[in-house]
């Protein structure tokens, strides 16, 4: 099958060399025409993922045509540019758009809608097969090689959908499926909330046991939340889940767990969102889901925490404090 990544961050830089080292047909598509260039210059994507040769069978250009070849395009946007790159897609490519299976790379709720990626896709694209690849996917690890595995859910099945765990899996990354899409998202989008609240445990330098004791809990509220929202449990102890939520809330490499650190170190919170050149899917995903559970009284309380120090202006230890001197109650709960 042919593969096209549209945007050329880095996971969708990573995704493209793996594509094409397994051999594939793979096209990466930048959204500017300049940066393009610059990639076909260079051999690598020095403004997002630098060190990490394009393999010379990689197809770099800006013009999304191309996704009139493929089979299968990964949409690499962040969740607030999604819409805008399917629109523009579905306005480039007519009705050949149909046969295309359409998979998200971004892990954030829509601000406008509170909708997860491949819902947002879903209106774009209403015929079409639609999905997401989720899980611990450090950028580096996967362009070095380095062994990964991933979760593949999509609304309905099709041949195309069936063949695209077995090309992308090898001996670095295995590929898993769920019939569960609305629960892969929901623990891909919230596990970058609870990986800033672990950040600020790093900025504090509170230790280990709050750190695993925030990380618990948060799987304990990502649970609740997910299961209320239409997820099924089973789902959050899976890579999409528990797995990425390990991997971001102590990864150096993590945007939205360097987030919270510089935070707890006293950097203005406009001022990271202001300047950071990439997304940190967590800042937006915080207000998203707090507007999801005050409209259907679910009880969040490290989230609701998180949203009053990004959006409320509360000071990090108070919201430490608030969360420690809770009213105690058994460990299910």
């Known amino acids: 099958m042919n593969y096209c990544i549209l945007g050329a961050g880095a996971w969708g830089t990573a995704v493209a060399i793996h594509l094409e080292r397994m051999g594939h047909n793979t096209s990466l ?43 299968v395009v990964f949409l690499a946007a962040p969740s607030k540019g999604l819409r805008c790159l399917c629109e523009t897609l579905r306005d480039r490519l007519g009705t050949r758009n149909r046969r295309i299976v359409y998979l998200a790379l971004c892990k954030g709720l829509e601000a406008e809608t509170n909708l997860a990626p491949s819902a947002v896709i879903g209106t774009v694209f209403p015929e079409s097969v639609h999905g997401t690849v989720s899980g ?11 062994p990964a ?3 593949l859910a ?19 990354i295995r590929v898993y499926t769920s019939d569960d899409l609305p629960g892969v998202e929901l623990g891909a989008c919230l596990k970058n909330i609870y990986a800033i609240a672990a950040g600020i445990c790093d900025g504090f330098e509170l230790g ?81 889901f707090f507007q999801i559970c005050r409209k259907n009284g679910l009880d969040a309380p490290i989230l609701v925490e998180i949203h009053k120090v990004l959006f409320g202006g509360k000071d990090c230890r ?16």
């Open 208 to 288: 280990d046991n709050a750190k695993a004791a925030l990380i618990t809990r948060s799987v304990a509220e990502m649970v609740r939340l997910g299961v209320s929202l239409g997820g099924e449990a089973e789902t959050f102890y899976g890579l999409s889940g528990f797995g990425d939520l390990i991997a971001t809330c102590n990864g150096s490499w993590s945007r939205n767990r360097g987030f919270g650190q510089q935070i707890a170190e006293g950097v203005a919170i406009m001022e990271l969102i202001e300047t950071r050149k990439m997304t940190v899917e967590g800042y937006g995903s915080t207000e998203c």
């Open 29 to 71: 598509v930048p959204r500017r025409s300049e940066h393009a260039a610059e990639i076909v210059k260079s051999g690598e994507n020095r403004a997002y993922l630098p060190g990490f040769p394009i393999g010379s069978g990689l197809r770099v250009t800006a013009d999304v045509e191309i996704a009139r070849e493929c089979d």
């Open 154 to 172: 999509v609304n309905r099945e099709s041949e195309s959908s069936r063949r695209i765990p077995l090309d992308l899996s090898n001996e670095q």
């Open 136 to 146: 611990p996917t450090y950028a580096g690890e996967v362009a070095a090689g380095r």
């Open 318 to 333: 108070a919201s430490i404090r608030d969360l420690m001197t809770r009213q105690l109650k058994p460990e299910s709960c």
């Open 149 to 151: 595995a991933v979760v």
